[in-house]
T-cell receptor
Framework: KQEVTQIPAALSVPEGENLVLNCSFT??????LQWFRQDPGKGLTSLLL?????REQTSGRLNASLDKSSGRSTLYIAASQPGDSATYLC???????????FGAGTRLFVKA | NAGVTQTPKFQVLKTGQSMTLQCAQD?????MSWYRQDPGMGLRLIHY???????DQGEVPNGYNVSRSTTEDFPLRLLSAAPSQTSVYFC????????????FGSGTQLSVL
């Protein structure tokens, strides 16, 4: 059974800092690993999707990497801004089905 | 630009009552799904559908029913609400469900007293 874990649960950094959010998964038989952003009281917005054949994806100041062999993915945020404050969730879609399994998220606070 | 629309946004029920959470998408997506989000537990899949007339169970299906009569709509029914079903419910969709970004609605906050 796939389990997705995100550490730390919460993170507070000063504005301008580069930071890394971690995601680990137990079953490497995945179609993809997806990173989402969730603002308080809102739905989730997909940021990046890394397919199993890819190693990384980039969008603006965001870079996500995937290492299936070690069961890990990281989301790198460059030059953090207060507007980046949100909860970031990762999710793995297993092969052989349509189920996407989520981690509990990392709550990020960027201080001005 | 509606995307995925969920109604209602808030709902309070008494134990034993039934209700239907509505989800509609206008992107011609075949795949639709329901998740619940509880503090510290992330999102858990309740049911999903890969097209009209096709549904399947997720991780936590007990106490919930779904049907998919059209491509656009995927309602979630609580047959007899219990306090354990107090949660935030999200509907999500994608074109065919495999290897694609998921699009989420804004959620329904449900309290069962």
């Amino acid at each position: 059974k796939q389990e997705v874990t995100q550490i730390p649960a919460a993170l507070s950094v000063p504005e301008g800092e580069n930071l890394v959010l971690n995601c680990s998964f137990t079953d490497s038989a995945i179609y993809n690993l997806q990173w989402f952003r969730q603002d308080p009281g809102k739905g989730l917005t997909s940021l990046l999707l890394i397919q199993s054949s890819q190693r990384e994806q980039t969008s603006g100041r965001l870079n996500a990497s995937l290492d299936k062999s070690s069961g890990r993915s990281t989301l790198y945020i460059a030059a953090s801004q207060p507007g980046d404050s949100a909860t970031y969730l990762c999710a793995a879609q297993n092969t052989g089905g349509f189920k996407t399994i989520f981690g509990a998220g990392t709550r990020l606070f960027v201080k001005a | 630009n509606a995307g995925v629309t969920q109604t209602p946004k808030f709902q309070v029920l008494k134990t034993g009552q039934s209700m239907t959470l509505q989800c509609a998408q206008d992107m011609n997506h075949e795949y639709m799904s329901w998740y619940r989000q509880d503090p510290g537990m992330g999102l858990r899949l309740i049911h999903y559908s890969v097209g009209a007339g096709i549904t399947d169970q997720g991780e936590v299906p007990n106490g919930y029913n779904v049907s998919r009569s059209t491509t656009e709509d995927f309602p979630l029914r609580l047959l007899s609400a219990a306090p354990s079903q107090t949660s935030v419910y999200f509907c999500a969709s994608s074109y065919r469900g495999l290897d694609e970004k998921l699009f989420f609605g804004s959620g329904t906050q449900l309290s069962v007293l």
